[in-house]
């Protein structure tokens, strides 16, 4: 079982279609840690930590997003496992 850190950043029409919420329920349906959050430019950051295969379903459903955002481009950074609890939106 492989542990991996994605750090993530959305663009399109992702705040104030509840993304984040959206993306809480999914990562807790998967068993993922983490956190997301909006930025001030207008798109969403998160970060998803867990089996390699669960982050990468929750990266998957970020390029769809909930019904109403429209995702145009989604950035992916690897990074080391920090040990994430829980997933959280923040800010």
């Known amino acids: ?31 993922v840690n983490g956190w997301v959050r909006n930025l001030p430019n207008g798109s969403v950051e998160a970060v998803i930590e867990g089996e390699k295969e669960r982050v990468e379903a929750l990266i998957g459903w970020a390029h769809q997003g909930p019904a109403w955002a429209r995702v145009t481009r989604v950035e992916i950074s690897w990074k080391p496992p920090k040990g994430e609890r829980g997933f959280r939106v923040v800010g």
């Open 1 to 31: 079982m492989e542990i991996v850190r994605a750090h993530l950043k959305i663009y399109g029409r992702v705040q104030g279609v509840g993304f984040r919420w959206s993306m809480q329920r999914e990562a807790k349906k998967l068993g």
